[in-house]
């Protein structure tokens, strides 16, 4: 089992979640989240004051699959998120020790699907 | 023990309330129409028939005194979107207990003081309670409005000008040496330099300044205490090397407008009369307002390759400050030139001499309010005209010099006194009671600190 986790562009969400459901993939969580890579974010200026490095706006992606899953699930990703600009994000992918669902108290492989 | 201390202050200000009600039930209310009607009744050489209430101007300064009040929670609503999201409680709270308290200050005795006939230092206590302010119009203030309702109007006055002041201490002031430090500077600082420049017998208004509708009294006087504040309360944490975020900026723009609508009331309102000088004064409010948000968007659009939000909306309240004293005097065209360099001055002031000198005036007191005040005053001294108001004087660019000398003395005087005075008052809270919240506290936001709430629930 494998916990992937994508930062993408806000406005690449809506693709992102069509290739995944293209995918056969249902289950996400998904969160506002700031933050700013290499291009040290946008200038702000307030009262002529400017502000430099300030946070972007991003999308965090929670998607928790079995080891079948995570390669069709990176390429949905990466399909829906890329534009090759600048700030089109990250994927990281983490072992995942267990998952348990709350409702059926299943434990493993099939408390993911 | 502190809390007690404030029962007793409390029951003492209400037995207070209790006496003046006892003097009000001796003398009911056309208290003024006996005064008025004494002399009348001798017969003899009294010429003078009881003056008579307008109704349309009557009608015109119950809204414009309306529209003063509202004012003050819109200024709350401006100064609270430039704050941070653990701090705009605190300003909204500072804004409305002003509305509450010093609504009661000024029925007490701040009327008194300010408008009170005295040529001292203050008017006097002789009208404290409302006592002898009746319904008749009171002829030297305003001949066709009842006496209550030129009081009422004046009330917004008193009530805004220490709510200017909030910007410059934002996110670091003490709720209880706030509330102290406020009822002191009405008391001592805004009631007596209203009185020498609108009360009968004040020596500001006998030199001949012009203020039409508080650009020395609200605004310079406001402006130079936030920058007193600013200097002695020291920096926000957090502030030493960047800006501090504004959290909700519509929020700015909403009191923004809202500040526009009420300063027709503000300015417009000043000509006593729903008259020519009213219709005169809102189209110049309005224009001077347009113009500076104008010019401030191009200053920023030049300057800093954007128009800003913030900046389009500072403009706008630099020019209604601007043209506050001058609204009665001047016309649209010098309203646009008013308009133009009161940006132009205040955006020197915020952007380039406030980093100079590194106070922390955290939301532009001093730059907006008195900068545009000076400017404003000075402006009347050059572009006011006899044929806009015969009442008034002409100005510089009209043949008359010494008018510029006079709204210069005013300045001076209203700079040095409020200054030295807020100064002063302000050592005596912070000596009793420190003025400033804890580092803890100032952390953790005044919302939560001063007040036990929060603005925006996280989570539900």
Partial sequence: MKLIIAIIKPDRLEAVKKELYKADVNLITVSEVLGHGRQMGVTEVYRGVKEMGNLLRKIRLEI???EDFVEPTVKAILKGAQTGNIGDGKIFILDLAECIRIRTEERGGVAIG | MKRWMVLVLLLLGMALVGVAIAEEAKTPLGSATETQAAPAAQGAQVTEAPLKV????????????????????????????MVGRKNVLGILMQCFILLCAISVQWVLYGYSLSFA???????????????????????????????????????????????????????????????????????????PVAHWVWGVG??????????????????????????????????????????ILPHNLPFTLLGTALLWFGWFGFNAGSSLGAN???????????TAAGAAGLAWAILDWFFHEKPTVLGTATGAVAGLVAITPAAGFVGAMSAIVIGVFVSIFSYIAVTVVKPKFGYDDALDVFG???IGGIW?????????SKAINPAGADGLFFGNPKLLLIQAIAVGVTLVYSFVVSLILYKIVDFIMKARVPEK??????????HHENAYTMIE
């Fill in chain 1, 64 to 66: 928790a699959v079995n």
């Fill in chain 2, 54 to 81: 307008d109704t349309g101007d009557t009608a015109w300064l119950l809204i414009s005194t309306a529209l003063v009040m509202l004012m003050t929670p819109g200024l709350a609503f401006f100064y609270g979107g």
């Fill in chain 2, 117 to 191: 006939p005295g040529k001292g230092f203050w008017g006097s206590l002789e009208w404290a309670g409302l006592k002898g302010v009746g319904f008749t119009p009171y002829k030297d203030y305003a001949a066709t409005i009842p006496h209550q309702l030129f009081m009422m109007f004046q009330a917004m006055f008193a009530i805004i000008t220490p709510a200017l002041m909030i910007g410059a201490f934002a996110e670091r002031m003490k709720f209880s040496a706030f509330m102290v430090f406020m009822v002191l500077w009405s008391t001592f600082v805004y009631d």
């Fill in chain 2, 202 to 243: 004040g020596w500001l208004k006998d030199l001949g300044a012009l203020d039409f509708a508080g650009g020395t009294v609200v605004h310079i006087n406001a402006g130079i205490a936030a920058l007193m504040a600013a200097i002695f309360i020291g920096k926000r944490k957090g502030a030493e090397n960047k800006a």
């Fill in chain 2, 276 to 286: 020519e000088l009213a219709v005169n004064a809102f189209v110049v409010t309005n």
């Fill in chain 2, 368 to 370: 907006v309010h008195c």
């Fill in chain 2, 376 to 384: 404003g005053a000075l402006a009347t001294g050059l572009f006011a």
């Fill in chain 2, 441 to 450: 506290e100032e952390n953790l936001g005044l919302d939560l600190t001063q």
